[in-house]
Each structure stands twice: as C-alpha cells, then as structure tokens.
C-alpha cells in the first residue's frame, strides 16, 4: 500500500510538471496586437495578457539601419526569452499583416513600401521599372521623371527660372553692348 501511495504522488508531481511545461510551452511564441508604441519598446495585448514594455525588432540595427515605429493595432509574434507565464520577457516580432494594416500588394514581381497618406514607392522586378508617388502629384519613373504640377524649390519654380533664361541678354566684355536674347528657349 505504501508503494501504491508513493507511486501515486510520483505521478501527480509528474503531472504537475508536465502542466507547468505546457503553460510554458504556450507563452514560448504568441500572436499579439500592440496597444501602445513608445520609442524602443511597446505594450502588447495577447489574449487577455498584457506585456509592456518590450523592445521590438526592426529590420536592420548595424552598420546600416532602420527605424520605424510601430502603428498601434499592428499584429506582432510575441518571442518569449524567458519562462513561464510572465510575456514581459519577450521580444516583438513586427510586421505581420492584418486585416487593419493589409499588405500594400500581394504581385509576385512587386515590392512596394505604402507610408501612409497617398505616399507609395513600387518597384517592379520584372520591368526594372520604379514608381513613386507624394502626396500632392508628383510621380518619378526610374530613369525619367515625371511631374504633373510645378517643380519648386526653396528660391523659386522652374517656370519662373525659364523667364529668367528665356528673357535675359548679357553685355559683350569687349563692347559693352547689349548680347540678343538665346535662340533656344528653355
């Protein structure tokens, strides 16, 4: 009989670990949306837990690098380094795709980057071709440029500077004497 009840409490220890290995096992990796985005870090929800201040992944953090914060709503993997049920161990994985923030394109030869507020850039791997587009109309085609308003810069336009070309003379150094207006007009 004591062997009996010793064997017994050696398997309910048993199943008390297994249990705690599977709570664990299921907080290693979990889907997450983010509530709050700071600097470096961000508050996480995960079902009904909540991890704060994490530090998220960007692409690139060397030499070269990259920031962008993340949107609040954004769908993350939440990588647990520690154990157990404690989330704020983890790391975020950001990026993944959701019905708030879908992709920008699903073409197989595209890649595209969508900023936000009409500001796209695609480039297509089949044609070489590259497709900006900024808010207010302006579009750039790789190698040419296209531009369906004004170009401006910080002292004037370039209409305004083809006046200037179109209209002007010089005086010859050796006369004096007024140059005609160019030929060619800009």
């Not at 290693?28 to 995960?46: C, E």
């Not at 992709?103 to 936000?116: I, N, S």
Request: glycine content about 8%; aromatic content about 6%; some cysteine.
């Amino acid at each position: 009989m004591k062997r009996l009840r010793s064997l017994e409490e050696e398997v309910l220890a048993l199943r008390e670990e297994l249990e705690e290995n599977r709570r664990a096992a299921a907080n290693i990796i979990r889907l997450g949306v983010v509530s709050k985005a700071d600097k470096t870090t961000v508050a996480v929800n995960s079902g009904l837990n909540k991890a704060t201040r994490i530090p998220f992944f960007v692409h690139c953090a060397g030499r070269v690098s990259h920031y962008r914060r993340p949107s609040v709503g954004e769908q993350c993997l939440l990588i647990n380094l520690g154990s157990g049920d404690n989330l704020n161990n983890a790391v975020a994985l950001m990026g993944l795709p959701s019905t708030q923030y879908p992709c920008p394109t699903t073409e197989a030869h595209e890649v595209m980057t969508d900023y936000g507020d009409g500001m796209i850039e695609r480039y297509d791997l089949d044609s070489g071709k590259l497709t900006a587009h900024y808010p207010g109309g302006v579009e750039w085609y790789a190698p040419s440029f296209k531009n369906h308003g004004e170009v401006v810069d910080h002292t004037r336009s370039m209409q305004a500077d083809r006046k200037i070309y179109n209209g002007h003379s010089h005086s010859s150094p050796e006369t004096g004497a007024d140059t005609s207006i160019p030929a060619q007009k800009q």
